[in-house]
């Protein structure tokens, strides 16, 4: 089952002028403005957002599916809206368990505000369970952070920075500290230092939080450092891993077309002149992709929908989340590679699409959790912590 094989709020049209932009936003190492423009006219930031506060009202499910079609078309363009809509599925997720914490992101989402991701630090394994980020308490409940955020998406665009840092006023109970930064409030630098390999167009720069202020009404939790029960971790983690998820599947269900194309379209000197969607050992590459590809749809939908229907899964969450993105991204490697061995030298261009996928695919090596953080989980959730 194909993305589009569902409903969608992104029209053919629109989805050909976002795939017809991708190449030069790569070739140029440019942001996605006129995507990010045409997307929100179309409401696509507002999809999360109750339809009390202007938006569409959706679930992670159809929002998921919203993604995986738009990745399709420009993964990059895809990746940097995730962390949009990973701020808005959070606090999304919060409202429907009855915590209005975050309602003002979906307030301000509503009325065209743009939400970026400023979690992410160099050499910072402990992910959401500790940070190198300075948060310094302010009269008045505020905080100011100092440090360094990697792979900022959205630099050039956001208005709203979701971010953290680490508050050791008490040593004996140090907290980590989440809240939103305004734009306008400054107290930081956005570098110009984002030129990768792929995924070029999220323009994912280094945010430097030299006194950044964010007031007390926008800090929405202060946690113990450390592994955390409490619903706004779990509501990262979740909107996160699958919207990942999605977008690599995009990825993968795009590879998958252009091999189909290039196998009918390319024809073998050696066998008479006949179409290579005629031979035996690229039908069974292609097959090989397909079904691999197939299998991660069924598993984006009903892990969305668990999340959608408040669905207790216990301690299986985390173990189930960390596994749906390691899957979807490490098959989207698979496929592409396989649509490469397909398609033949064209792809190695860099102009070519298919060599611009094998480039953004790497990208989800990078993305938490990471591969062996991934194990780590699974294996304790089935063997218990190690002695």
Known sequence: MSAAATETIISDELLGSIRSRAAGYDARNEFFTEDLDALAEAGYLRMFVPEQFGGLGFGLERVAREQLRLATAAPATALGINMHLVWTGVAKALLDRGDDSLEFVLREAGADEVFAFGNSEAGNDLVLFG??????????????????????????????????????????????????LDRAAGGFETLDDWDTLGMRATQSRTTVLDGAEVRADRIVRKLPAGPSADPFVFAIFANFEILIAAVYTGIGERALELAVEAAHRRTSLKNDGRRYSSDPDIRYRIADAAIAQDGLYPQLDVLARAVDEKTDLGRSWFPRLVGLKLRATENARFVVDQALRVSGGRSLSSSSELGRLYRDVVAGIFHPSDPESAHSTVATAWLGPAE
């Not at 630099?155 to 008490?170: M, V």
């Open 131 to 180: 940070s190198t980020t300075r948060a310094e308490p302010q009269p008045g409940d505020g905080y100011h952070f100092f440090g360094r955020k990697i792979f900022t998406s959205l630099s050039p665009a956001w208005t709203r920075l979701g971010i953290f840092g680490l508050d050791e006023t008490d040593p004996t109970d140090p907290l980590l500290v989440h809240g939103f």
